[in-house]
């Protein structure tokens, strides 16, 4: 009787703790969503905005509310003026921004593949000093390092050239400890003694043993070079003097310069950032696969 006493105050006790838990938890739970709402809209309305503002001619872009789109043909207009500008400029510096891009990220992940293989499956001097050099790298920021790189690829005759864009984003410290972490864990050395016991050589092991199992991992170095050359700015715009070999990104921002003295340009450039935006919505849809693959994988493989 005694004990019948004393528990059910210690279960209306830890009733009410579990109860005030709960109630902690979902306040949590609330503050958590509402900043997670508040970031998604600071990531989403500028993109929205763009694709809205490009729906409007050059008289309703300042006169009408922001984020209501206009259906009185404006955007039509925006894309017949922005195609037959400069006598197809926008065509070429969307023709060179997939250059750069496209071919910078393939080769990126080609090196980036290489020296992070290297680094976490082979044991040699220095090496862990290397890669700390490497690592210490992702710190420097790229905007100190344009400077140099212009010197240097000016005294080989280099600069203004599609070379000058191309060959400084091919070394990229942040894709390289990405394949090294990704390799460390996805190539066993076991796997690796036994294919070197039947006969396969280095190169051969790095081609057909190494990079099948790092693929997810590439994917994802391919995307993340891919967008950082595709948006890049800074190293274009201190290299090329020649506008028929500039990206989007220089491009558009030379378009806007001269809206200052001709407003309706801005329409343009508007619309010319809302398709410039489209190739790389394609690119994460179509490497969705790939990327949550790889995610999935880090997640097990710690």
């Known amino acids: 009787m005694s004990a019948t006493r004393t528990a059910a105050p210690i279960a209306a006790k830890r009733t009410s703790s579990a109860a005030r838990g709960s109630r902690r938890r979902h306040g949590t739970h609330w503050g958590a969503t509402a900043i997670l709402v508040l970031g998604a809209l ?17 008289g309703e872009l300042f006169t009408t509310f922001s984020f209501w789109p206009s259906f009185t043909g404006g955007l039509q207009g925006n894309l017949d003026g922005l195609l037959g500008f400069g006598d197809d400029a926008f065509v070429r510096w969307t023709l060179n921004t997939l250059l750069y891009a496209g071919v910078g990220a393939v080769l990126t992940v ?73 390799a460390m864990a996805a190539i066993p050395d076991e796997l690796l003694e036994a294919a070197r016991i039947d006969g396969a050589g280095e190169f051969r092991l790095f081609r057909s043993v190494a990079l099948p199992l790092m693929l997810p991992g590439l994917i994802t170095v391919l995307l993340l070079q891919f967008v950082a050359i595709w948006n890049n700015f800074l190293l274009p715009f201190i290299m090329l003097s020649d506008s028929d070999k500039y990206p989007l990104t220089v491009g558009l ?45 880090g997640g097990v493989k710690g």
């Not at 343009?268 to 809302?274: K, P, S």
Request: proline share 6%; net charge positive; with cysteine.
């Open 42 to 58: 600071y990531c989403v309305l500028p993109a929205l905005w763009v694709f809205i503002a490009s729906t409007k001619s050059p």
């Open 110 to 182: 080609f090196v980036s593949a290489a020296a992070g293989y290297a680094l976490a499956k082979y044991r040699f001097a220095g090496r862990e000093l290397l890669f700390r050099i490497i690592l210490a790298g992702v710190l420097v920021p790229q905007v100190t390092l344009a400077i140099p790189q212009y010197l240097l690829l000016a005294q080989v005759n280099l600069t203004g050239s599609y070379w000058s864009v191309l060959l400084p984003s091919l070394i990229s410290p942040f894709s390289i400890y990405l394949c090294r972490i990704y």
């Open 253 to 297: 921002y030379t378009l806007l310069n001269q809206g200052a003295s001709q407003p309706a340009l801005y329409t343009l450039v508007i619309t010319g950032a809302m398709l410039s935006i489209l190739p790389l919505i394609v690119l994460f849809l179509l490497l969705q696969r790939y990327w949550r693959l790889d995610l999935l994988s």
